[in-house]
């Protein structure tokens, strides 16, 4: 009876490696963890989706047009840049994800792997494709906390939860009965999910923790939907 409790084991782990290479630095390209932190060299914040098990509804795969999505980890590859590069033509550093023509209901989704309390979420358009970012909502631990509008497109957008969230997963979606563009895909190329280092808080952990604050942060509830356009480069220094 025991070898078989350790057999199921063994496969048991032989699936979580294989779930994991699926998508968490394994693909094309690996990731970049030279940010992880900001500001750089002074870390107030941390960027706990980098590199973390993430997953999609489909991958973008059109034979007529010849171009190819690479898998759901893209987005949490550390590379920010916009520029769509399917993996079928860049195999060595393909970036941005794309779900599929047929996908009428698209979503992708990173696992944390445990709570946090999230300061604020950042995510990476397509240049070019913002449009495919309208309507699509964003969910943390099933929770909507934001949903992008043709409005508010950005090639960054910046979604600060002041207290902030407590969440393990975060989900893009996108009810394409809803659009009239044709063009019901999700298309980005990074979300970040920022946590305060010990002894920070706010939405850009900007703020250090006072005594007498610091219960009120974690006991209380987020409704923020502000959509922020921060300087990354003032920020750096
Ligand atoms: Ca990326």
């Known amino acids: 009876m025991r070898w078989l409790l350790c057999l199921a084991y ?3 782990c032989l699936l979580i490696q294989a779930w994991g290479q699926t ?9 970049n963890f030279a940010q992880i932190c900001l500001p750089v060299g002074n870390c107030k914040r941390r960027n706990e989706a980098l590199g973390k098990p993430a997953t999609m ?15 759901a980890c893209l987005a949490v590859n ?12 860049h195999a060595s550093n ?16 990173v696992d944390l792997g445990q709570h946090f309390d999230i300061a604020i979420i950042t995510v990476y358009g397509r240049n070019g494709q913002l449009v495919r970012l309208s309507y699509v909502r964003l969910t943390v631990d099933g929770v909507e906390r934001y949903v992008f509008t043709p409005q508010s497109l950005s090639l960054r957008t910046e979604i600060p939860f002041d207290p902030p969230v407590s969440g393990r997963v975060v989900r893009l979606s996108r009810d394409t009965s809803t659009l009239d563009d ?7 190329c990074e979300l970040q999910v920022w946590v305060c280092e010990t002894g920070w808080e706010g939405p850009w952990c900007e703020r250090k ?10 006991t209380a509830t987020a409704t923020t939907t502000t959509s922020y356009n921060y300087d990354y480069d003032a920020e750096a220094n």
Not at 23 to 31: D, N, R
Not at 57 to 71: E, F, T, V
Not at 96 to 105: E, G, L, P, V
Not at 182 to 188: E, L, M, S, V, W
Request: hydrophobic share 30%.
């Open 57 to 71: 509804s489909s991958a973008y795969d059109n034979n007529i047009k010849k171009l190819k999505s690479g898998p």
């Open 209 to 218: 923790v006072l005594a007498t604050t610091a219960t009120a942060t974690t």
């Open 182 to 188: 044709k063009d019901p895909f999700i298309d980005f």
């Open 23 to 31: 998508c968490a630095c394994q693909s094309p390209g690996g990731c």
């Open 10 to 12: 063994f496969f048991a």
């Open 94 to 109: 393909p970036n941005c994800i794309h779900t599929a023509d047929n996908d009428k209901s698209p979503f992708w989704e």
């Open 78 to 89: 550390g590379n920010f840049d916009t520029e769509f590069r399917p993996i079928n033509i």
